[in-house]
């Protein structure tokens, strides 16, 4: 099939069945973190989620690109694309699809997207595009359900996130992530308090560490799946700097490992950059494995055709 038969729209309401149905059909191929099925179905595009599809002849959706442009992604100034893929395999489709996309990047530095590293053909499409690996991540889960008791030292407590602790957990996660490659754009507290309330996290599933009265470590549990089972995502598991080293994240692990066996969750995942080789390390240990690997994929930006309108 000729890329002169193909043609890109903006996502209307109509066609939003069309774009789930595509995009259960290549997530394995892509980055799975934003299509599950729950996420799809309450998909809607916005400007704060610019989504095209390429049809062919027939009306037929082959590819798409849609991108993630929240308070979060823009205060980093780095938009995080949940698809860019096209079933023609061909350079002039994804171009057709970037140069969409690009309509929607004013402000942004530059677009990210994660493949996994074994889709070798994704991978030189989008070195073809521009783009370049960022950083490298590992995805990890954990099915056993014999979890070992939290230790922590004599003046440490941790209890569940209330309102009000919004800021709280801004200063321990932004403090602990502010070096951490993909992560150093700060979360504000109207962040949290919208992650409290829209589901993205378990009920009671948002934890603070303290010393004492001075909150040092945070952690979230959220619903996620894994091969199609139900699974207790968590992150962030974040310990401050300044007491880093002592222990302290291992029992805050298992602090969130027994909270997803209490809740009946069989499995746990959890993503980790490679650099992050304490992190890794602690999770190995703790009874993760490595199920896959994924590849962070960078394009600058130089805004030479941002417009930030929807067609």
Not at 215 to 231: F, I, K, L, T
Request: hydrophobic share 35%.
């Amino acid at each position: 099939m000729g890329t002169e038969s193909l043609r890109i729209e903006w996502l209307r309401e109509e066609r939003i069945a069309d774009f789930a149905s595509y995009c259960r059909r290549h997530r394995k191929e892509a980055d799975e973190s934003f299509l599950f099925d729950d996420e799809l179905e309450r998909f809607r595009p916005n400007k704060e989620n610019p989504t095209y599809i390429l049809t062919n002849i027939s009306g037929e959706v082959v590819g798409t690109a849609s991108l993630i442009l929240d308070e979060y992604r823009r205060s980093g100034r780095a938009g995080r694309f949940r698809i860019l893929h096209s079933e023609t395999r061909a350079l002039a489709a994804y171009r057709a699809l970037m140069e969409a996309m690009l309509r929607h990047c004013d402000g942004l530095d530059s677009v990210y997207v994660f493949v996994p590293a074994a889709n070798k053909t994704q991978a030189e499409m989008l070195q073809a595009l521009g783009f370049s690996a960022e950083r490298h991540s590992f995805v990890l889960v954990r099915g056993d359900l014999d979890v070992p008791e939290p230790c922590f030292p004599e003046g440490y407590y941790v209890r569940r996130f209330v309102p009000g602790d919004e800021e709280i957990w801004c200063q321990v996660r932004n403090e602990a992530f502010r070096n951490l490659k993909g992560s150093e754009a700060p979360v504000t507290p109207r962040m949290m308090a919208e992650m409290a309330a829209d589901g993205a996290s378990l009920d009671g599933g948002m934890l603070i560490l303290f010393h004492n009265e001075k909150p040092v470590g945070v952690v979230r549990g959220g619903p996620d799946e894994y091969e199609g089972s139900p699974a207790m995502e968590i992150g962030p598991l974040a310990i401050i700097p300044e007491y880093q080293g002592r222990g302290l994240g291992r029992s805050l692990l298992r602090t969130a490992l027994r909270l997803a066996r209490d809740r009946s969750f069989s499995q746990t995942i959890l993503s980790v950059n490679a650099e992050n080789e304490r992190a890794l390390s602690l999770y190995e240990q703790e009874g993760f494995r490595l199920v896959k690997a994924v590849v962070c994929y960078e394009y600058k930006l130089n805004h030479t055709t941002s417009t930030n309108e929807e067609p």
